[in-house]
C-alpha cells in the first residue's frame, strides 16, 4: 500500500520562501506530483517528478529523493493569492493511479 | 479545448434516496478517476476506469457504490440508499493514457459535484 505525509498547516509572511515537505512509503513508485488547491476549487497541477533532484518552475521548485522516500515544494517570492492547499499525490506503477496525502493548508500573512 | 466537466455542481439527496454524478473527460483523454474529498481533508481515490473498463476500484466501498465509463457518454458515480456521511465532493479527473506523447500522465480535474445528504 502507500502512505503519504504532510504537514497539517504552515503560515508564511509575503514575500518570504517557504518549503513544504512530502515524505512517502509505497509499493511501487512512478512519479510524484504537487497540486494546488483553493477552497471550494478543483486541485491544479503545479509540478510532476520522477527522477531525483530539482525541477523548477517560475517562483516554484520541487525536489525529489526517491532513496530517502522524501519530496518538497518550494515555494519563493510569497503572494497573497498563494494562500491555498497543496497536495503530494505518487503515483503507482502497478495502476497508474494517484495516490494524495492529506493536504498542507498554507497561510500567506501581510 | 474544454476541461473536465462534473455535473450537477450541487446535489441535494434524502437518506434512502439515489444520486447519480456525471463527468465527461477533456477531449483525447481515454482514463477517468473518481476522489471523494471531505473538509479539511485530501483527496481520497475511490475509482480508476478506462473505456467500458474499470481499471481500479479499491477505493470504492464495496456496497451502494459503482462506477462506469461507457463506450459513449460520460462516466458516472452512482451512490445508492445515501447516507449522511455521504455527504462530501466528488472530484472527477481525467488524463490521457501515461507516457503517451511525452506526457506525465497528470491528472486534469474537475470541479467537482457537492453532494449534501439530509
Known amino acids: 500500500g502507500q502512505n503519504i505525509d504532510q504537514p497539517t498547516e504552515m503560515t508564511a509572511t509575503e514575500g518570504a520562501i517557504v518549503q513544504i515537505n512530502c515524505t512517502y512509503q509505497t509499493s511501487g513508485f512512478n512519479g510524484l506530483f504537487w497540486y494546488q488547491q483553493h477552497a471550494g476549487e478543483a486541485p491544479t497541477f503545479l509540478s510532476y517528478n520522477v527522477l531525483d533532484g530539482l525541477e523548477e518552475k517560475g517562483r516554484f521548485s520541487s525536489f525529489l529523493s526517491r532513496s530517502k522516500g522524501y519530496s518538497y515544494l518550494l515555494l519563493k517570492e510569497l503572494q497573497m493569492k498563494d494562500s491555498a492547499s497543496y497536495l503530494c499525490a505518487v503515483r503507482d506503477s502497478n495502476t497508474g493511479k494517484l495516490i494524495f496525502g492529506q493536504g498542507t493548508t498554507l497561510q500567506v500573512k501581510p | 479545448n474544454a476541461g473536465v466537466m462534473q455535473n450537477p455542481r450541487h446535489l441535494v439527496r434524502r437518506r434512502g434516496q439515489e444520486a447519480r454524478l456525471r463527468c465527461s473527460p477533456m477531449?483525447?483523454?481515454?482514463?477517468v478517476y473518481w476522489y471523494r474529498q471531505l473538509p479539511e481533508e485530501g483527496l481520497k481515490f475511490m475509482v480508476y476506469?478506462?473505456?467500458?473498463?474499470?481499471?481500479?476500484e479499491s477505493g470504492m466501498p464495496k456496497e451502494r457504490f459503482s462506477a462506469e465509463f461507457p463506450k459513449e457518454g460520460p462516466s458516472i458515480l452512482r451512490i445508492q440508499q445515501v447516507v449522511r456521511g455521504d455527504s462530501a465532493a466528488y472530484f472527477c479527473?481525467?488524463?490521457?493514457?501515461?507516457?503517451?506523447?511525452?506526457?506525465?500522465?497528470?491528472?486534469?480535474f474537475g470541479e467537482g459535484s457537492r453532494l449534501t445528504v439530509l
Open positions: 477531449k483525447g483523454h481515454s482514463h
Open positions: 476506469l478506462q473505456k467500458e473498463n474499470i481499471i481500479d
Open positions: 479527473a481525467s488524463s490521457p493514457m501515461p507516457g503517451t506523447g511525452g506526457n506525465t500522465g497528470e491528472l486534469f
